[in-house]
């Protein structure tokens, strides 16, 4: 039997240091039986931030690697997340805008208050009905107080972070705490053992590397998954347009500036523009189709959405390249991070692939190289689907438009460049709410069935209620709809400022659990 005992991470970033801090936290206890974590990153190659928005999984990641929140505020310049605000996606207009926030709607396993909600004609927002937190993001409030423990809340919250500052952090935390391997050095090649393994990656400054199971974290380049494995890429530029980045840090007018506790999104006439906010700074960028405007008609709408702030602001360009790979783990090789794919960060969904492939290796770490081809198999099929999950809701954010004032957005329109699972999916929802259903039975969805529901009532869509068919659970959606309105009440009136909260996590500390 060939043990797998030695693991080599080839990239660092944000994916390959929170890879190795997953596996590593996870078989602590195998140490000092010979289990170790080596991840080897070139001195010479700067790594690519996927980005600053995360998903409510991190707090659970970085607890289980045993991190410090504090510690984690005051390092990585974070701030909380609270959802997503959508702004002209559906009409354009000024007044045009919806949350996707984090929390479920009241009561969701209970009742679907859906319905309930078209019933009354969808008068009011369809967010405020069912949850407190776009009133909270409204009001600038953050999620919790000075007297909640560490990575817990009063409203569910992911983060906003540095992805250069979380890189460092977390390179420290893994070397320090868990025991992983850092070796600074070039690759120069890839040696393949006789039967397709890779055997070892030959370094520049450290020589051969050998290992049991090889991750491949380097980014677009792909070295090991790409290169020594040949696993061709699937492109999806067929049903997500944008392919092309423009990203500037934004300075605040004050240090005591509010900070938006949500992502800001607003539509462009070939694209959207991002918004977060951090401590010191807000990170700005326009993503947008290459094919439906240049890029420097592309970089006036950037400045012209930052305003005064952006003229004297340089501005990076990043590409995107839609799209995964045909598969993610052949043989002894897995691909994490940008080697696996990349998908615009509409919905932050990179960092949290990142977390999912890392949680699903640790727990199905193969004992021996003779069931690894098993677990292999396993992974890509969950893989493949959550990929498959994510470009679908990332495309209902376009497929729902009503905007047809540039051909970007009547492109997004043209029914062949829907996916099939979701075209299905949105006639359906003509007749059926999205729900605790078969299309959302699967303990490896990405976005819960309430992610849907927000987007598909923000965005003005509508499902025919049959008559009759809301008698059996009128009172409990009555009784959910009013814990709402108290709930709301009592978290606006206690509830401290976003920025009020950061500084006193920074100054004081958090509550350790």
């Not at 500036?257 to 977060?276: V, Y």
Request: hydrophobic share 40%; with cysteine.
């Amino acid at each position: 039997m060939q043990q797998v005992r030695n693991i080599v991470i080839v990239g660092g970033g944000t994916a390959g240091w929170l890879t190795a801090g997953v596996i590593a936290a996870k078989h602590q206890g195998r140490r000092p039986h010979g289990f170790t974590v080596t991840l080897v990153e070139s001195p010479n190659v700067p790594t690519i931030g996927v980005g600053e928005g995360t998903w409510p999984t991190l707090r659970t990641t970085l607890k289980r690697m045993g991190v410090s929140e504090t510690e984690f505020f005051r390092q990585c310049d974070a701030a909380f997340k609270q959802g997503a605000r959508f702004n002209r996606w559906t009409t354009g207009a000024a007044d045009d805008g919806y949350y996707h926030p984090l929390m479920l709607p009241q009561q969701f396993g209970q009742v679907n208050l859906a319905p309930h909600w078209l019933a009354d004609d969808g008068d009011e927002d369809f967010c405020d009905t069912v949850t407190p937190q776009g009133r909270i993001c409204d009001e600038g409030l953050g999620p919790k107080t000075m007297a909640t423990p560490e990575f817990e809340g009063q409203a569910n919250y992911a983060y906003h972070l540095d992805a250069g500052k979380f890189y460092h952090f977390l390179q420290r935390h893994c070397c320090d705490t868990l025991g992983v391997r850092h070796v600074l050095a070039d690759v120069t090649q890839v040696q393949l053992a006789e039967n397709g393994d890779i055997a070892g990656v030959e370094t520049a400054q450290a020589g051969t590397i050998h290992g049991d199971l090889f991750i491949d974290c380097t980014g677009f380049s792909a070295l090991l998954i790409g290169g020594a494995m040949q696993v061709p890429f699937k492109p999806c530029n067929d049903v997500l347009f944008c392919d092309t980045a423009l990203a500037m840090q934004v300075p605040y007018d004050t240090p005591a500036a509010p900070i938006a506790s949500h992502t800001i999104s607003t539509a462009q006439s070939a694209g959207w523009i991002w918004d977060i906010g951090l401590p010191t700074r807000r990170g700005v960028g326009h993503v947008f189709s290459s094919s439906h405007i240049d890029a420097d008609t592309a970089e006036q709408q950037l400045r012209a959405h930052v305003g005064e702030a952006a003229r004297d602001l340089t501005v990076r360009r990043i590409p995107i390249r839609a799209g995964h790979r045909e598969r993610f783990w052949v043989r002894n090789c897995v691909a994490v991070g940008l080697a696996a794919g990349f998908l615009e960060p509409l919905e932050a969904s990179a960092i949290v692939l990142i977390e999912l492939s890392a949680k699903l290796i640790a727990e199905q770490m193969p004992a021996c190289r003779e069931v690894m081809d098993t677990v292999a198999a396993r992974f890509n099929a969950t893989t493949s689907y959550r990929w498959g999950r994510i470009i679908d809701f990332l495309k209902l954010h376009y497929a729902l438009t009503k905007r047809t004032d540039t051909d970007f957005w009547r492109d997004n329109l043209r029914a062949e460049t829907m996916p099939d699972r979701l075209r299905a999916l949105m006639e359906l929802w003509q007749y059926q709410s999205p729900w605790l259903h078969e299309e959302f039975d699967r303990a490896d969805e990405v976005f819960p069935s309430a992610s849907y529901q927000y987007v598909l009532y923000g965005m003005g869509a509508r499902t025919a209620v049959m008559p009759g068919s809301l008698d059996e659970d009128m009172a409990l959606a009555r009784r959910a709809r009013r814990e709402n309105q108290v709930q709301t009440q009592r978290l606006l009136s206690s509830l401290p400022g976003h920025r009020e909260l950061i500084d006193r996590i920074v100054r004081h500390g958090l509550q350790p659990i």
